[in-house]
């Protein structure tokens, strides 16, 4: 089945630990985002990638950290310097990163404090 | 500022009735438009995408664009128990990445 995967579905992290919330894609996508969602909000931007071994910042990038080694993976690694990282992380990709392209999502990650 | 402004609801409709969901943007530059259902818990389906002004219809879901009003909406006819969810918008503006609005919570009574 063509899809995102996201792992795991549950995470917590305990104080100065880093995490790493992993997104697989065998849609052949090239587009690749982070967003992070808190209660009652809407979807903010963290990192997004249009090509492999290339990245940008989103809105609220501070306290995380992006690679984009293959086409098909995009983890993010929640840093300590991320204070409030209690939230719904979602990965989505879309086929360009043209504006015209749908994104897609996976199915999440919570990640909650210890 | 870009913003994409939703209604947060929460929005009441029988069985039946036609729900009619609204949004608003800042960016004038904005080109494609797109509809998202989030059940509780889940993550954002794409339901509906919209390029040029008017009315675009898929089964029971109408999306509207004006974007000389920069107004988008959606238009569930027939709304089903199953259609309840938050509704979010999302608006591609000038500089290519999606907007979200902070999504309209629509319950549809039995």
């Known amino acids: 089945d063509g899809g995102i995967t996201q792992s795991p579905k549950y995470l917590f992290r305990k104080e100065g630990q880093n995490v790493t919330l992993s997104c697989e894609q065998n849609l052949n996508h090239d587009a690749m985002y982070w967003y992070r969602q808190d209660p009652g909000q809407g979807l903010r931007l963290i990192y997004y990638?249009?090509?492999?071994?290339?990245?940008q910042k989103g809105d609220i990038a501070e306290g995380y950290s992006v690679s984009r080694e293959k086409k098909e993976s995009f983890p993010l690694t929640v840093t300590s310097a991320q204070k409030n990282p209690t939230a719904f992380y979602l990965c989505?990709?879309?086929?360009?990163?043209?504006?015209?392209?749908?994104?897609?999502f996976g199915d999440g990650t919570r990640l909650s404090i210890l | 500022q870009k913003e994409v402004e939703q209604n947060s609801g929460p929005l009441s409709v029988p069985e039946g009735a036609i729900a009619s969901l609204n949004c608003t943007y800042s960016?004038?530059?904005?080109?494609?438009f797109f509809w998202y259902r989030q059940y509780s818990g889940k993550s954002p389906e794409l339901i509906m995408s919209i390029y040029s002004n008017g009315d675009k219809e898929d089964g029971r879901f109408t999306a509207q664009l004006n974007k000389a009003s920069q107004y988008v909406s959606l238009l569930i006819r027939d709304s089903q128990p199953s259609d309840s969810a938050t509704y979010l918008c999302?608006?591609?503006?000038?500089?290519?990445?999606?907007?979200f609005g902070s999504g309209t919570q629509l319950t549809v009574l039995p």
């Open positions: 989505a990709s879309s086929a360009a990163a043209e504006s015209n392209q749908p994104q897609h």
């Open positions: 990638s249009q090509i492999v071994n290339d990245f």
């Open positions: 999302a608006v591609a503006g000038s500089a290519r990445q999606l907007t």
């Open positions: 960016d004038r530059g904005s080109q494609s």
